[in-house]
């Protein structure tokens, strides 16, 4: 009898497939989202974007002022 047939990659395809949704369900759930009975997003939500954009320009401000044309790759 063979590891792999029909069944096992049925069972397989199944359990991924509620593994997967249930990943999303918590993913989603971990995110700050909204104050409860608004449209106001939350104080964590926002400061987490605010973050987010100021690494962003600062890696790519970094990365831009090391670009030296005299310099060898590598």
């Not at 926002?46 to 030296?68: C, E, H, I, M, T």
Request: no cysteine; net charge positive.
């Amino acid at each position: 009898m063979g590891i792999f047939n029909r069944r096992n990659a049925l069972l397989g395809w199944t359990a991924w497939q509620i593994g997967k949704r249930m990943m999303k369900q918590k993913a989603r759930d971990a995110v700050p989202g909204t104050v409860e009975g608004s449209r106001k997003p939350n104080l964590s939500a926002v400061f987490l974007g605010l973050a987010a954009v100021a690494g962003a320009l600062a890696f790519w401000w970094k990365r831009d002022s090391s670009d030296d044309p005299d310099r060898p790759l590598a």
